[in-house]
């Protein structure tokens, strides 16, 4: 076991500059190992989410476009959504301890995302990956999820501030819209490569 002693930041001051519903902000002070003390570091906490790579009955994986206001474009992605913390918490707002979900609430928010934005369901579920979604500066999670032989049970039931559409594409088509840029998310390309690599 590696000793990391003296590697651990001491947080010695944190402010709340944005904590609602959608997220914790904070502006944090810290020591360093050195006993530097440096400020401010920002980081926060935001709904940790599960993602689905999932494929129909003819291979295909079933695929979603929406607008993303981050880099001011649509792109092409694999279903997720956020894991409600609300019904677990007993504060109305993010804090940097009730986003970090359990698997079975992860499971359960992987199926009804799937459901909710595309239609599709699933009997063949494999867990691939549950990591931190950007570990710089965040402390939510992404639970990766594998979903085959997926079939189309009903249409979709979007959120009131959801507006995206449903898309298949083959793997030769998928791989083009990764290297030609319109596959965007880095945490679904992961997906899809973990999806190879488990040979599911």
């Known amino acids: 076991m590696e000793d990391n002693g003296n590697l651990v930041w001491k947080l010695k001051k944190e402010e709340h500059v944005v904590q609602d519903e959608w997220i914790d902000f904070r502006r944090n002070d810290y020591e360093l190992p050195n006993g530097e003390v440096i400020g401010p570091v920002y980081n926060y906490s935001k709904h940790s989410f599960s993602l689905i790579v999932a494929t129909d009955e003819n291979g295909d994986f079933i695929c979603v476009r929406q607008y993303r206001h981050g880099i001011d474009e649509v792109t092409s992605e694999f279903p ?10 007993d504060v109305p707002y993010i804090t940097s301890k009730n986003i970090v979900a359990s698997e079975e609430d992860a499971f359960e928010a992987a199926k009804r995302e799937l459901k909710e934005e595309t239609g ?3 009997d063949n579920w494999k867990h691939l990956l549950t990591t931190p979604a950007n570990a710089t500066l965040s402390n939510s999670n992404v639970h990766i999820y594998a979903a085959t032989n997926c079939r189309k049970v009903t249409g979709q039931h979007l959120d009131d501030t959801e507006f995206l559409n449903v898309l298949t594409l083959s793997e030769k088509e998928l791989k083009q819209r990764i290297f030609e840029g319109d596959f965007k998310q880095s945490l679904h390309v992961l997906a899809y490569y973990l999806f190879k690599d488990s040979n599911y």
Do not use: L, M
């Not at 997720?80 to 918490?89: D, H, L, M």
């Open 80 to 89: 997720a959504g956020a894991i409600e913390y609300k019904e677990k918490s």
């Open 120 to 122: 599709y369901v699933s």
